[in-house]
């Protein structure tokens, strides 16, 4: 009966983009969804803007941005997935006001972007980029000038989360003493010391590595002023987000040497695909390890991104769980065999849940079970009911004023 109101699982369109791993995609089909759009690549903004128009699933990664002017096109859309840990690229705000959740993979990548950063650091601290650039020109300058072991130095993490943590373990097994700066008190890990205050850290360590998201607090963060509280001839190391430094000072720090080698895997303004050229002060430094946006892109790691990601979807879209949803009310919910289970995304306004249970109390239709969440904008409420054919009720449900949607499980 529940069929009858619900899509037909071959209706629900999942759309994938950016060459998201495999995983994804058998994940699905295993759960009985058969309608993906698959893309290898990311998709021009109004190529995106079509494609979405019948999705009612979306999944992507840092390439694709989900602005407000966007989501208006995407009049289906039930949940989005970003296959990677940044969810700065979709207007979450937007999503949420329509009664979008957001998933993400929180921990997948990180080990990648961690290890990553550590072989960066050794090599920068070796001058091997220099050595590498001069030896493909032909020049064989056998100098170990300023070479120098990563054991007994300092590394400066701002950001002590999932990335700065992990980096923060396997620097140390290196000898590496850890420092951290975080906006909250962390939980340091082996021998690894929090400091007070960014520029205690930046004044203290040998290398500072970024692991903080973008957002208004990250902006420009490293920028002249910061740089000028770096030990002289340290090293810098940004696989965060491109817009938390300045490029123009650190080009500058550079060329002065009062940043001895750095190495960016994240930049303010990233080209949309291969052919488009890579602009950047800092192609003229041979000491500068530059990598497009990779620090998250092993086997391992997208093969694990691809499983998490779509298995939110799968639960979101067989059973209504909001688990570890990034912009919505978390609900974690139990099977609903036997009854029908609806779901009723508001506005978080006095009432409506009154009227939402006035329905079923009118009706006398029992309430098996109902699981509520709410955040300051919205309510997610999740009724099961013992009842043959909810579409009634979703109509009624539809009606009450707040309602942003509703709609009875598959
Ligand atoms: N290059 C790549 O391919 C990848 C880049 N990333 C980037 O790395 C970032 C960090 O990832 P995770 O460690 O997993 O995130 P996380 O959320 O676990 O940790 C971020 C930490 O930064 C701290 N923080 C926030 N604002 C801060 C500020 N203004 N100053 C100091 N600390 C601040 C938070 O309190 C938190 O402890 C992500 O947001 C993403 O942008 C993530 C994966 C791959
Ligand atoms: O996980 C993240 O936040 C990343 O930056 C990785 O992005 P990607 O999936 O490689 O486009």
Known sequence: MVNKVSLEKSKIKFLLLEGIHQNAVDVLKAAGYTNIEYHQKALEPEELKEAIKDAHFIGLRSR?????????EA????????????????????????????????????????????????????????????????????????????????????????????????????????????????????????????????????????????????????????????????????????????????ADALKSGKIRGAALDVFPEEPASINEEFISPLREFDNVILTPHIGGSTTEAQENIGTEVASKFVKYSDNGSTLSSVNFPEVSLPEHIGSARLLHIHHNKPGILNKINQIFVEKNINIAAQYLQTDPNIGYVVIDVDSTDPTPLLEQLRAIEGTIRARVLY
């Open 64 to 72: 694709t941005y989900l602005t407000e002017d966007v989501l208006q």
């Open 75 to 250: 009049k289906k859309l039930i949940a989005i997935g970003c296959f990677c840990i940044g969810t700065n690229q979709v207007d979450l705000q937007a999503a949420k006001k329509r009664g979008i959740p957001v998933f993400n993979a929180p921990f997948s990548n990180t080990r990648s972007v961690a290890e990553l950063v550590l072989g960066e650091i050794l090599v920068l601290m070796r001058n091997v980029p220099q050595s590498n650039a001069e030896v493909h020109r032909g020049v064989w300058n056998k100098s170990a000038a300023g070479s120098r072991e990563a054991r007994g130095k300092k590394l400066g993490i701002v950001g002590y989360g999932h990335i700065g943590s992990q980096l923060s373990i396997i620097a140390e097994s290196l000898g590496m003493k850890v420092f951290f700066y975080d906006i909250q008190n962390k939980l340091p890990l082996g021998n690894a010391q929090q400091v007070g205050s960014l520029e205690e850290l930046l004044n203290k360590c040998d290398v500072i590595s970024l692991h903080i998201p973008e957002n208004d607090s990250t902006k420009n963060l490293i920028n002249a002023e910061r740089i000028a509280q770096f030990k002289d001839g340290s090293l810098l190391i940004n696989a965060a987000r491109g817009t938390v430094v300045d490029i123009d000072a650190l």
